[in-house]
C-alpha cells in the first residue's frame, strides 16, 4: 500500500508549517500555500508525514493510503 499527502485547500489557511516539517514534500507558493509532491510517501518519511498532518492547525493536510 503506497500513502499519498493531500492538502484540502478549502481548509488549508497557508500557515506553512507543512512545508517545515515536511520540506523533502511540501514547499510553500508565492501566497504560503503548499505544493506538495505528488509522489508516493517513501517509508524513510512516514514519520514526518505523520507529524506534519498531525501538527496541521485546520487538519487540511492528509495522508491518503491507495491499495497496491
Same mark, same amino acid.
Request: charge should be negative; charged fraction near 25%; hydrophobic fraction near 40%.
Given at each position: 500500500?503506497?500513502?499519498? #499527502?493531500?492538502?484540502? &485547500? *478549502?481548509? @488549508? +489557511?497557508?500557515?506553512? /508549517? @507543512?512545508? +517545515? $516539517? $515536511?520540506? +523533502?514534500? #511540501?514547499?510553500?507558493?508565492?501566497?504560503?500555500? &503548499? *505544493?506538495?509532491?505528488?509522489?508516493?510517501?517513501?517509508?524513510? /518519511?512516514?514519520?514526518?508525514?505523520?507529524?506534519?498532518?498531525?501538527? @496541521? &492547525?485546520? /487538519?487540511? /493536510?492528509? $495522508?491518503?493510503? +491507495? &491499495?497496491?
Amino acid at each position: 500500500m503506497s500513502v499519498h #499527502i493531500r492538502v484540502n &485547500p *478549502i481548509t @488549508c +489557511e497557508a500557515h506553512g /508549517l @507543512c512545508a +517545515e $516539517l $515536511l520540506p +523533502e514534500r #511540501i514547499h510553500l507558493d508565492d501566497w504560503g500555500y &503548499p *505544493i506538495v509532491d505528488g509522489r508516493p510517501v517513501p517509508r524513510e /518519511l512516514m514519520a514526518h508525514a505523520r507529524r506534519a498532518a498531525e501538527a @496541521c &492547525p485546520t /487538519l487540511a /493536510l492528509l $495522508l491518503e493510503r +491507495e &491499495p497496491r
